[in-house]
């Protein structure tokens, strides 16, 4: 390019002297409101509604009076900085905090219409119907049958071990690793590969039929492959499941969700259409995140 | 040149992205100025019946298109690491279509010059000169505009460039039925007339790419494409 013309050039250049972009100021700090969430976070056909809830460690306001419906079988995926509040959030629809002292959870949760936080509630039927996946693959260390049978048989799901069996082999089957495993069910969980565990995972979370699955950046750990395997299986599960995933791949919300909700110290500041928000975000700091301007 | 500090795209937390993204604009509006040089020179060579600077616009040209290839190169190379979004990825993407609506008027300046080596080898007769001065100046200021635009991300100047398309188009009509007087009050008239014809019709065009590069730029601002939409619409857009 430094072959053109030399008096085009120097009057292309005098042009572009000309064009010295004028920007307005931009404020130093946005100010995010309280509360106030820009986009759409309500839909009419809610799993969950969450109305301002806080969410408290020790003295610490991890969360601010976040409001936001989850839609049934839709995937919607939390992103934000480091200790913006999103695992956190996540981990209030299972009731994830409680087994954390010095948590402390304030606001309407409801799951169904029904409260989450009910004292009376029974958790572990909660965690049946919310079941949840984390960041590191974490088999139990037994064999790859007994990490899926695992859940039907504590909640007396089989009588049979025929129905057990039937069980386990549709859980694989979804998680999409029955064919890698169906002659080595009574290996251990814990000699597979990186990506396999997660998908057993997966497979572990499915096995009690649960209604909504959270997924907390589960494809960190896992390479591209394995990755773009757990990708395909949450594209088949929205359609029977409504899925929550928390995820640092900005890539992979905008590959695998429906809507996007935008995290920023404790507040939800964005949540829209994904197409939307990659974009055009409406928000400032959405725009500043997704883009790469701070992290 | 706009340095890194005020500049929208140059505040990502990797330099090398700011310093990638502002090539490309860079570059973009290098190829930006080229182009309005070279339709410049052809209206002038016309005017002046100069075969010798039509030569050198033909020649330029290859030029312009080489620009293209680089610039799309380097849009594609951007996509391909750093995958843009929001509003780096409006850029990256307008940058692509506005290079070919930039080439595509480095083309026009071209058959501008052809025929104006064609209307000099026939012999000087300055009908019709009057409207193409004229609306070439106006095109040309269009393009102008619309550059600035761009590189002022300036969505409310964009907005006077989609509006002006139509004056052009008026101005057009009006010459194309002046020519055709000419053409009726003496058929030896038609063949020069017709190659004039052809010159207001590749202005015409010019006004059009920039029409196009100014809607590209209220997308880049605003993020709604406003292509194919009354100016209305994008009234109502660029208000918002």
Redesign the interface.
């Known amino acids: ?1 430094n ?3 030399p ?3 120097s ?13 307005e100021e931009r404020p130093a700090e946005t100010v995010i409101e309280e509360g106030k969430t820009v986009g759409k976070p309500y839909t009419d056909n809610a799993k969950f509604k969450l109305r301002d809830v806080d969410v408290f460690y020790g003295d610490t306001r991890a969360i601010k009076k976040v409001s936001l419906d989850i839609g049934r079988n839709e995937v919607i995926a939390f992103i934000g900085p480091s200790g913006c509040g999103k695992s956190t959030f996540l981990r209030c629809l299972n009731r994830m905090n409680d087994s954390i002292d010095i948590c402390r959870v304030k606001g309407s949760l409801q799951l169904d219409d029904q409260n989450i936080y009910d004292p009376k509630r029974d958790v572990v039927e909660l965690r049946a119907r919310v079941g949840m996946v984390f960041q590191k693959p974490n088999p139990f260390p037994k064999s790859i049958y007994d990490n899926v049978a695992y859940g039907p048989r504590i909640h007396g799901l089989a009588n049979r071990k025929a129905d057990l069996d039937e069980m386990v082999e549709n859980s694989l089957r979804k998680a999409g690793l029955w064919e890698e495993v169906k002659d080595r069910l009574d290996a251990t969980a814990t000699g597979m590969s990186g990506g396999q565990q997660q998908r057993l995972c997966i497979a572990r979370a499915i096995a009690v039929s649960p209604e909504v699955i959270l997924m907390d950046e589960p494809c960190s750990a896992l390479d591209p492959i394995a990755t773009a395997k757990v990708e395909e299986l949450i594209a088949e599960m929205s359609e029977s499941y409504t899925i929550v995933i928390v995820t640092h791949s ?2 992979q919300a ?1 590959r695998v969700s429906h809507r996007t909700a935008y995290f920023h110290l404790g507040h939800l500041v964005e949540v829209n259409e994904t197409n939307k928000v ?4 409406e928000h400032e700091l ?2 500043s995140y ?6 | 040149m706009p340095t890194k500090k005020d500049d929208v795209y140059g505040d990502h937390i990797s330099h090398k992205f700011n310093d990638e993204l502002m090539e490309l604009k860079t570059e973009f509006l290098k190829m930006g100025g080229m182009v309005e040089a070279q339709v410049e020179n052809a209206i002038q060579a016309l005017v002046d019946g100069d075969g010798h600077m039509a030569d050198e616009i033909r020649a330029n040209d290859k030029k312009v298109d080489r620009m293209e290839v680089e610039i799309d190169e380097e849009a594609t190379l951007i996509i391909a690491r750093r995958q843009p979004t929001a509003r780096d990825l409006r850029l990256v993407i307008s940058v692509i279509k506005m290079v070919a609506d930039l080439e595509r008027v480095g083309d026009e300046a071209k058959k501008i010059a052809k025929l104006a080596i064609k209307l000099q080898e026939e012999g000087q007769a300055p009908r019709g000169y009057v409207e193409v001065r004229h609306i070439g100046t106006h095109v040309l200021s269009m393009l102008h505009d619309a550059l600035d635009a761009f590189a002022r991300l300036d969505s409310e100047q964009a907005l006077r460039i989609m509006k002006e398309d139509k004056r052009v188009d008026e101005e057009y009509q009006a010459a194309a039925r002046t020519l055709l007087t000419f053409m009726m009050e003496d058929t030896r008239n038609i063949s020069r007339c017709m190659s004039v014809m052809w010159v207001l019709r590749a202005l015409e065009r010019v006004g059009d790419h920039a029409c196009n590069i100014a809607e590209n730029v209220i997308f880049m601002v605003k993020g709604e494409d406003v292509r194919h939409t009354p100016v209305e619409e994008a009234e109502k857009v660029v208000g918002r």
């Open positions: 390019m072959s053109i013309n008096t085009i050039a009057e292309a250049s005098q042009l572009n002297e000309e064009r010295v972009p004028v920007q900005m890539q905008a990659f974009t055009s975000p959405t725009e997704i883009t790469g301007r701070f992290g």
